[in-house]
């Protein structure tokens, strides 16, 4: 393999201990900034490990960091000026500290945008992580069964 090429993840697998695990292309992603977007990427991963020790990480997108629980939670993409987490269900959850200040328009996603210097309210985002696990654990609990319902028996 030619030096700084990847394979590709197999679908299915979970976070490995492998060089192209998931966990570890975004290690190298955070390294590989060495400036305050990697600090707040690190950040950021850490407190939804925190509220989410469950919390399956995933490289999608060719590049992008996501973290999900029956379900996507949220992404942390990184731009030159801008840390952005984007949760997949943003529009259905509660923000009652106000953290999403960005894609505000749309009908499913939001986004947080962490700016150079902004301060992190960590038990509010905490908080909203929790909240999106249980949403996506919500729809899937009662989704699932009306899709596997067996037709009733013949008499």
Not at 39 to 54: C, G, M, N
Request: glycine fraction near 8%.
């Amino acid at each position: 393999m030619k030096k700084g090429a990847t394979t590709m993840q197999k679908s299915g697998s979970k976070e490995g201990e492998g060089e192209d695990s998931p966990s570890h292309l975004i290690d190298a992603r955070i390294n590989e900034l060495s400036d305050w977007r990697g600090e707040t990427l690190a950040r950021v991963r850490s407190l939804i490990k925190q509220a989410d020790p469950e919390v399956v990480e995933e490289w999608k997108w060719r590049g992008v960091p996501v973290w999900s629980h029956a379900g996507i939670i949220c992404t942390g993409e990184t731009y030159k000026n801008v840390v952005k987490m984007t949760f997949a269900k943003g529009a259905s959850l509660e923000d009652p500290s106000g953290l999403f200040n960005s894609s505000l328009e749309g009908n499913t996603r939001r986004a947080i945008d962490i700016h150079e210097g902004d301060k992190i309210d960590e038990e509010a985002l905490k908080a909203l992580i929790r909240a999106a696990v249980a949403l996506n654990t919500s729809v899937r609990a009662t989704a699932r069964p009306v899709r596997s319902q067996k037709r009733p028996k013949s008499e």
